[in-house]
């Protein structure tokens, strides 16, 4: 019908499947994000050192091509879990800074402006709601972190053979899991916080600081009492101790893994019982 | 006919007080006008109707949908207009109606094309691409419309449309409520405080009050009805001409000073009492049709619930 007829009709076409209503949510908020050039400036720098890490792992397999054979018998650098356990907390760094930047801006806009009500009066649930929000950051830190990952992975792979390929495949699934722990660990701090907190600059304030101060109290604490369960207050911390036995690396872990999993899974239950406080199409008045 | 809303013995309560109290009701109307003081329990019944509160007893279905178990299904179906500001401020109207309308299902081309039909029909067709935060409170009242019918919805649920507006814009919001009511294709929910809106609109209102429905009525019957009662004044032989239109089937119930009141019969025409009149040479000095406002409706219902208006 020609739009300028103005008259009521029914709707009597096709409809998107259930399970795929969520991905409207990402689409819309995706459209939004790279309106900014800061942003998109930023997040284009992000490939810059896997770009680098690409280019030193084909360095180093082909030192006899650039004219280095004298120098040394080896490769400069051993690719192994050490490495990638480096290149996932370069990329995590700026993964947070990309959190920080475009998670306050998820929810707060929709609690501000009371919209809640007009996504939950439709066929969308609470939890499909937030997977939408959830996955905006989760695709878009992907790219910064297991993606990138994953490509140096397969670059040294297709360099160094079958053979090295299958003692350390352990590595790729180290890339995958770790970045999806980060991934979904500042994901859900971030809107909680942006659910709570509506200003967008205090909410990124906040994620800055529960991470920041969360390490200084975790600090505090374990000096005080003389502990170190101080550490699970700081999710870094936690974190990185899941990835050093991820990555197989040999030094000293501030804490047991299983304590570090159960740390980041209590977080992460608060984050989300915090985040479905808010969500609500109604708020109640007492 | 199946019923729009069916409610039996339906009870919510929100943190320890009971909002609403066993209501039961089966209401068919193609517009249903939901009215009540501030606090009856209106949008706590529409909250309810959409499953944002669960319910503590008793049952309730929309379309023959069961609240409780189908309502996903039953958000599919229905189209919500919010009393509240409800909108993203950065988005432009055509971006968000489209949105919400690919978020009820329709797939992103069809939903674009809807939302620009739904934005003309409201009449922010020329407003469409600009950020509703620049909206004007009218503008957003008519662009919450366009998101609650962009998807063809089988019921609308209106909360206080005309809330805020001036008077052309109401009359706007009340004719656009009368149009889409009078293309047959949905039913529509009206939730009011203001009287004359639900009565320049709905078939069937239901008045709340503390939780419980209060009063039921169906102004159509009750227009009806109405027609049917008249109160004349009379000058003449007053005995005769009452015995004439009891003989016709009319009842009657004299009042002071010559004043009568007549139910007319099924098959009575008020050309017939203008006739007997004029066979017993009596004087119709004045005649009216009992006209119950739906505020007499509504302070009566008011009244009837302990007494406390």
């Excluded at chain 1, 690409?54 to 120098?71: K, M, P």
């Excluded at chain 1, 929000?133 to 360099?159: C, D, N, Q, R």
């Excluded at chain 2, 329709?106 to 620049?134: D, I, K």
């Excluded at chain 2, 009379?234 to 119930?253: I, K, P, Q, T, Y």
Aim: glycine residues 8%.
């Amino acid at each position: 019908m020609a739009v300028y007829k103005r008259t009521y009709r029914g709707y009597s076409g096709g409809y998107t499947p259930d399970w795929s209503r969520f991905l409207v949510l990402f689409r819309y908020s995706r459209r939004n994000l790279f309106k900014s050039k800061f942003l998109t400036a930023f997040f284009v720098l992000c490939f810059f050192f896997p770009l680098l890490c690409i280019l030193g792992v084909y360095a180093n397999d082909h030192l006899s091509a650039f004219g280095f054979s004298g120098l040394r018998d080896g490769p400069f650098f051993k690719i192994n879990g050490n490495f990638f356990l480096i290149f996932l907390s370069a990329q995590s760094s700026l993964a947070f800074i990309l959190t920080a930047f475009i998670g306050p801006g998820l929810v707060s806009p929709d609690l501000a402006n009371g919209a809640l009500t007009l996504y939950l009066c439709r066929p969308l649930s609470r939890i499909e709601y937030v997977l939408g929000k959830l996955s905006v950051l989760a695709i878009v830190l992907s790219w910064v972190t297991w993606i990138p990952g994953l490509a140096v992975f397969v670059v040294e792979a297709s360099l160094a053979g079958w053979t090295w390929t299958l003692n350390n495949l352990w590595i790729a699934t180290g890339i995958v899991l770790g970045s999806w722990i980060w991934i979904l660990s500042i994901s859900l701090l971030a809107l909680a916080l942006s659910a709570w907190v509506k200003w967008r600059i205090a909410a990124g304030a906040l994620l800055l600081a529960v991470l920041f101060l969360g390490a200084g109290f975790a600090q505090a604490v374990n000096h005080t009492l003389q502990t170190t369960q101080g550490y699970l207050i700081d999710v870094s911390k936690l974190i990185n101790i899941v990835w050093q036995d991820l990555f197989h690396d040999s030094g000293d872990r501030a804490m047991p893994v299983g304590e570090a999993w159960f740390g980041l899974l209590a977080f992460a239950a608060i984050c989300l019982y915090l985040l479905m406080k808010k969500i609500r199409a109604n708020e109640v008045v007492r | 006919m199946q019923p729009v809303i069916e409610l039996k013995s339906l009870s919510v309560t929100l943190g320890n007080h009971q909002v609403l109290r066993d209501i039961t009701g089966s209401f068919t109307g193609r517009t249903i006008g939901l009215l009540g003081p501030n606090g009856a329990g209106k949008s706590t019944l529409i909250s309810t109707l959409l499953g944002f509160w669960p319910i503590t007893s008793g049952s309730a279905s929309i379309l023959g949908h069961d609240v409780a178990r189908e309502s996903k299904h039953i958000r599919s179906l229905v189209g919500y207009m919010p009393e509240n500001d409800s909108f993203i401020s950065k988005m432009t109207a055509v971006a968000f109606i489209r949105m919400m309308a690919e978020l009820s299902g329709l797939p992103p081309q069809q939903a674009l094309e809807r939302a620009h039909e739904a934005l003309f029909y409201v009449g922010l067709g020329e407003a469409r691409y600009r950020q509703l935060g620049t909206y004007s409170l009218g503008m957003k009242q008519l662009a919450k419309l366009a998101q609650a019918i962009v998807h063809g919805p089988k019921l609308i649920i209106l909360d206080e449309p005309t809330n805020g507006l001036d008077p052309p814009a109401r009359q706007r919001m009340i004719r656009l409520v009368r149009e889409m009511r009078d293309t047959g294709e949905m039913h529509i929910v009206l939730c009011s405080h203001l009287l004359r809106d639900v009565e320049e609109t709905c078939e069937e209102v239901v008045i709340l009050k503390q939780g419980r429905v209060v009063h039921y009525s169906n102004l159509e019957n009750e227009r009806r009805l109405n027609k049917r009662f008249v109160e004349l004044e009379l000058r003449g032989d007053v005995n005769g001409f009452v015995s004439a239109v009891e003989g016709l089937g009319c009842e009657s119930a004299p009042g002071a000073l010559n004043r009568l009141k007549l139910v007319l019969g099924d098959k009575i025409e008020v050309s017939d009492i203008y006739r007997v009149a004029a066979e017993k040479n009596v004087q119709l000095r004045r005649m009216n049709f009992r006209r119950d406002t739906l505020e007499e409706i509504f302070l009566k219902a008011m009244e009837h619930t302990n007494g406390s208006l």
